[in-house]
T-cell receptor, first 107, second 116 residues
């Protein structure tokens, strides 16, 4: 079973920041948090991952709470091409996908 | 960045045919690869974990004789759907992980299999 809980869907206006939450209250000390997204009919795309410090790359920022029980993926300036299903993953030795968050970017 | 190539991207074939799907890690060595299956509007379902040089580990409910997995090298894993039937029609996706455990898994673009 997936170890994370995410909202089923979210809307975000184009050009605004999209903030996608994830709860992972049972995360253990050495488990990383990974974010992927899947655009329709494509394979999942890796976005970012982190252990306990906040991370930023060219795609997104990842904010992890101090107790590591939740995190937020931030897409700073959402575009229509960011419409996808976003998966928050706490990985053991293999990735088990939950239902993810379906993000709609509104023009 | 790390790239996983999956081939073919689409297959249409008759019932009873066996179909082979290839998954290659192009710029890294993958001791472990994974095979997923996805039905329309559903999430990815892990089918099996493929380990280089050893037998694959199948998830509960996945028929190992139906879905043959071979991981003969550090850059190639294959999934063969044997004697495919219409209910095997699905989107099959592979992924590969770099050697160090905290590195992300990278996914192929998937193979859409349609059995007539």
């Amino acid at each position: 079973d997936a170890k994370t809980t995410q909202p089923t869907s979210m809307d975000c206006a184009e050009g605004r920041a999209a903030n996608l939450p994830c709860n992972h209250s049972t995360i253990s000390g050495n488990e990383y948090v990974y974010w992927y997204r899947q655009i329709h009919s494509q394979g999942p795309q890796y976005i970012i991952h982190g252990l306990k410090n906040n991370e930023t790359n060219e795609m997104a920022s990842l904010i992890i709470t101090e107790d590591r029980k939740s995190s937020t993926l931030i897409l700073p300036h959402a575009t229509l091409r960011d419409t996808a299903v976003y998966y928050c993953i706490v990985r053991d030795d293999k990735i088990i996908f939950g239902k993810g968050t379906r993000l709609h970017i509104l023009p | 960045g790390a790239v996983v190539s999956q081939h073919p991207s689409r297959v249409i074939c008759k019932s009873g045919t066996s179909v082979k799907i290839e998954c290659r890690s192009l710029d890294f060595q993958a001791t472990t690869m994974f095979w997923y299956r996805q039905f329309p509007k559903k999430s990815l379902m892990l089918m099996a974990t493929s380990n280089e040089g050893s037998k694959a580990t199948y998830e509960q409910g996945v028929e190992k004789d139906k879905f043959l997995i071979n991981h003969a090298s550090l850059t190639l894993s294959t999934l063969t759907v044997t004697s495919a039937h219409p209910e095997d029609s699905s989107f099959y996706i592979c992924s590969a992980r770099e050697e160090y455990s905290n590195q992300p898994q990278h996914f192929g673009d998937g193979t859409r299999l349609s059995i007539l």
